[in-house]
């Protein structure tokens, strides 16, 4: 078990503004699992902040003695079998040589590592489960995975066979990826974080601690036109002058998603409060 925090999170850098109900989400999905193993995924519109809560959360384990592997989604991997995988395989380098034989090897050729027959596919997955338990023996593991939304299909599954297994073990898996329709966007039945919008009050306060030097009305102009998208948001205010004239074709740039509902987290039917299925 990792140890607990007595300031939590929402300090020094990790501050983000509006996001102390998320932040305390977190927070809890750390504790839950620094002791029986826990999942989430954050979902949520294109820059509404999804990878600054992945930050701040794996700032936050490090700070409570865990050990933190990160690996994230690209668009012109998404067709590279196990390329994900690869990612956190390869940040392991002495749990994967701890591995016994034959398990090893079925990770090896799969991750493109070493030649051999083609190992089955529950080979491939159980390997990856064992070399993220072989990584959690000394202290918590956090998995940390951006932009889900364009992970590989094959790493998707490895990553998803793990976290339905990690009940009693001390790994966590926190995910994010965009909230949208489509075939890789299918149910995938684990405990889900929305990532809404920011209010009116929490985009001004955030406009003013980074824009201070523009007037009010601008700012609350940009908050309209922005709906809530923090890095909307951002942009808009960095292309924006004094007299609320817009530099360069900002003009051009489509708002913030609307807002949403208020944010909560969604667990599956016979899941359990750490997400296991």
Sequence with gaps: MWAKSATGMGIGPTELVGREGELAELAAFLDRAGTDGAVLLLTGDPGVGKTALLDATAELAV?????????????????????????LVGSLPDEFGRLPRSTRQALEVALGLGAGPAPSRIA????????????????????VVDDLHVVDQASRAALFFVARRLG??????????RAEPG????????PELEVAPLGDADALRLLSRRFAHLPRRVLSTVAHEAQGNPLALLEFAGSTGVSGDRHGDGEGRASGPGRGGPRSVRRPRGTTAAGHA
Excluded at 137 to 142: A, F, W
Excluded at 168 to 177: F, H
């Design 168 to 177: 009693g073990r001390r790994i966590g898996l926190l995910g994010a990826q």
């Design 183 to 190: 075939e890789s966007f299918r149910p995938t039945g684990l």
């Design 124 to 143: 491939v997955l159980n390997a990856a489960l064992s070399v993220f338990d072989e990584a959690a023996k000394e202290r918590p593991l956090l998995l």
């Design 63 to 87: 700070a409570k003695g865990a050990r933190v592997v990160r690996g994230s989604g690209v668009e012109y991997e998404t067709d590279i079998s196990f390329a994900g995988l690869h990612q």
